[in-house]
C-alpha cells in the first residue's frame, strides 16, 4: 500500500524542469479540470455534497476511487466512494487558516504527474470548503 502525505498552502507548482509541450499539456489538463471542479463546486454550502461533486470531477478527470474529508475540531468525517490501495493526502491550509485533511484514494498508484494535477485543482476547492466550513458552524 502506498501513501503520501502533503501539506498544500497554496497551489501546487508544476514541474519547472518539464519540457515546454508537457508543461503546457498539464497546464491545459489543470485548467479544464478546475474549470469543471468550478462549476461542480459552486452552488452548494452543504459539505457532504461538496466532497460528493469534488469526488465525481476527480473520478472522470483521473479516476480518483473515493475520498476522505475530516475536520476533527469540527467534528466532520466524510468518507465517500470506495476504499483504495493507494492513497495521498493533504493538510488544507488557507491564510494560516486550517480547512481539514482530505485523502484520495484508487486502486493503482497515483504518478506524480497526477499528484501534481491534484495539487493544481485543489485551491479550486478552498473557497466553496471555507464556505461550507462557516455555514456549519453557525
Known amino acids: ?7 498544500l498552502a497554496t497551489a501546487g507548482a508544476l514541474n519547472p524542469e518539464a519540457p515546454d509541450s508537457q508543461l503546457t499539456e498539464r497546464k491545459s489538463r489543470s485548467e479544464r479540470l478546475r474549470e469543471q ?5 459552486n ?3 452543504e459539505l457532504a455534497a461538496l466532497q460528493e461533486r469534488l469526488l465525481n470531477s476527480l473520478t472522470q478527470g483521473m479516476g480518483v476511487d473515493g475520498l476522505h474529508y475530516q475536520h476533527e475540531a469540527l467534528d466532520v468525517d466524510i468518507q465517500i466512494g470506495s476504499e483504495a490501495l493507494h492513497s495521498c493526502g493533504y493538510r488544507l491550509l488557507a491564510t494560516n487558516e486550517y480547512l481539514g485533511e482530505i485523502t484520495f484514494k484508487r486502486n493503482r498508484r497515483f504518478s506524480e504527474r497526477e499528484l501534481a494535477l491534484i495539487e493544481s485543482v485543489i485551491p479550486a476547492l478552498m473557497k466553496p470548503l471555507r464556505a461550507s466550513l462557516k455555514s ?3
Open 1 to 7: 500500500m502506498s501513501s503520501a502525505t502533503y501539506e
Open 37 to 41: 471542479l468550478l462549476s461542480n463546486l
Open 43 to 45: 452552488g452548494t454550502t
Open 136 to 138: 456549519r458552524e453557525r
